[in-house]
């Protein structure tokens, strides 16, 4: 089977002018990995965005008899294609909705399949990890109501760090990706947490 690149719109809904990422993904890409790529672009990879979570749910708006609950089903048997739209749900430390669309498809050249998964624009810096995502509302509309862009608060550890939403690096984002992504696998082994699919 011929090897693809899907190029995904991934919207955090309820954020959408302030954080989104553009991402290529090839089809040999499973449904879980992609779930991890958008946590790890997204700054999702505290231990704290584990410490409250049961489950995770990916609601798919395309009709695809196979995906139930097939996390290792690959994109390419998936059924996307261009304009596919569906809804990831993650309920770790609060519930997070993105919203995903496919905007692109194109052949991938045998010799480019190491660099992907990648990134290729983003807009804010990601999801404060050490709030739920109740507390990342308030936080946010605060930062919003004073026309502020920054908090400044305290790490598990004691050191206190300013978070700035705007200051998203693409570079660092995509040289950490694949790290970022193979730290959330072992964290999901490590809690045997399940991944549920559901058509809607």
Not at 107 to 126: R, V
Not at 139 to 167: A, H, Q, R
Request: proline share 4%; with cysteine.
């Amino acid at each position: 089977m011929i090897k693809k690149v899907y190029k995904f719109l991934i919207l955090l809904q309820g954020y959408n002018d302030y954080f989104y990422r553009e991402v290529d993904v090839s089809s040999d890409c499973t449904l879980e990995e992609l779930y991890f790529i958008i946590l790890s672009s997204f700054d999702m990879i505290s231990e704290k965005t584990f410490s409250k979570c049961n489950c995770c749910t990916k609601k798919i708006n395309f009709s695809n008899p196979k995906i139930k609950t097939l996390s290792s089903l690959p994109l390419k048997k998936s059924g996307i294609s261009i304009g596919s739209k569906f809804q990831i749900i993650c309920n770790c430390n609060g519930t997070y909705v993105f919203d995903l669309q496919v905007d692109d498809c194109k052949i991938l050249p045998p010799w480019k399949s190491k660099y992907y998964p990648k990134i290729i624009y983003g807009k804010g810096k990601g999801i404060f990890p050490y709030a739920t995502s109740e507390e990342f509302q308030k936080y946010f509309d605060m930062l919003n109501e004073n026309g502020e862009t920054e908090i400044k608060c305290s790490l598990p550890n004691g050191d206190t760090v300013i978070w700035d939403y705007k200051k998203y690096d693409l570079d660092s984002d995509n040289n950490n990706l694949k790290t970022n992504i193979e730290f959330l696998k072992n964290n999901y082994q490590n809690k045997n947490i399940s991944l549920f699919f559901s058509c809607f």
